[in-house]
DNA sequence: CCGCGAAGATTGCGGCAGCATTACGAGGAC
DNA sequence: GTCCTCGTAATGCTGCCGCAATCTTCGCGG
């Protein structure tokens, strides 16, 4: 999962990026809204933290102007001002949800789960492909009921192939979902993942294969 | 917009329904989960109003029932238990929204628009001709829902020629999906590719065929 | 109806891009 | 310390794809 976060606050930011890495979730940062409009032409994100109060402006303004532009991504604003009616003009302009400052990171988890239930079919709530069952949300893996226990990197690889599978993931989706943008990629690290993710399911016996399209991308089916 | 109201206070209950009806909306009420579920079956709800303490059980456990009943009727819990920790939990079961007690009828006239908002579904981008389905945005094909794979140029090939099934796409529009200015092309290489790409439509029996015309280019239709 | 030329279809071959795998070492967690 | 993750790079291999040679089909004129 990938969000892009809108904040001016560095260290609220930094601290909120690091929380949520640990949920296995790739963020984006920014403190403009100038830069944040052409982040999302560039990328495709799951949700969109927005900070109401930026130097550049109200980041409520940011909403119609995504909406605009056609992008239904969800976005929860995040601000001080936390009174009942300032709550009201917020979702009014757009988002899809609220959260006061302070919060709990717990909390702001929950409320993103919440958001991005929606979508039933990009967000099932479970997967289960082959004697695996995925839970991408909460990045937890079964097989046969018995916890398989990944590193994050290869979790994030296998929850953005179970989210489509049996249909091709682009590599280029696949190493979206697993770095942001400041963390360059030069060599395969992509492909030492899938390999090792490769030999971790078969040795669990999670019953499917991951297969590759020459040129496209990758693909997770069962065996 | 019809929603159905679970309360177990009266006098809430009439408030509610009285502010509700005031902006057009039908409300029904009951006090019990057991009518409560009946009720979903008998009626099509725009949205459920869900408080948590009800006098025949936790009202969150009406959640997941209905989640399984496969409806995804957006639901908003209502409850005097506000704390964060609960919210996550409430969110969590499958609620879209949460909102403590006490509250303004103005704000959750405006998480029910916010909530109504999210989009019921997304665009379909997928073309089906015969037994196969193809998704030019991500680059996959199904037969009969099974994947079929295939090289990256007769995939871009492929693609083309759905985006205007039944019609005849030219040579070199086709040339232009699929090689770049930089690829200059000296052979028949697109022919290959064509030919290629048949024999593994017919070998995956897609119920598709490739007509070509003569001296213009060609056509995918159903056969 | 036949013959001819051009467009298209098919297939084998070879080069090489893209992928798989693995070892190694730096860095982090405990 | 020990164990695990993860980026890097070297190695070997697979099969795509451009090419070209050959065969087939189509359209047209006589």
New interface residues.
Partial sequence: MRLLLIEDERELADALSAALSKHGIVTDHTMHLADAFELTRQNTYDAILLDRRLPDGEGLSFIPMLRRSGA?T?IIVLTARNE??E??EG??V????YLGKP??V??L???L??VL??????TE?QITVGRMVIDPLHLSVTVESAPLDLPRRELLVLAALAK?K?????RSTLEAAVYNYEEEIQSNALDAHISRLRKRLTDAGAGVAV?N?????Y?L?EE
Same sequence: chains 1, 2.
Avoid at 166 to 170: A, P, R
């Fill in positions: 239904d969800p009942p009616l709550r009201v979702l009014d757009g988002a899809d949800d919060f709990l717990d909390e988890m929950a409320r789960r919440a239930r929606r979508p039933p079919s990009l709530l489509r049996d249909k091709t993931v682009l297969h399209i020459r040129g496209v991308g693909l089916k």
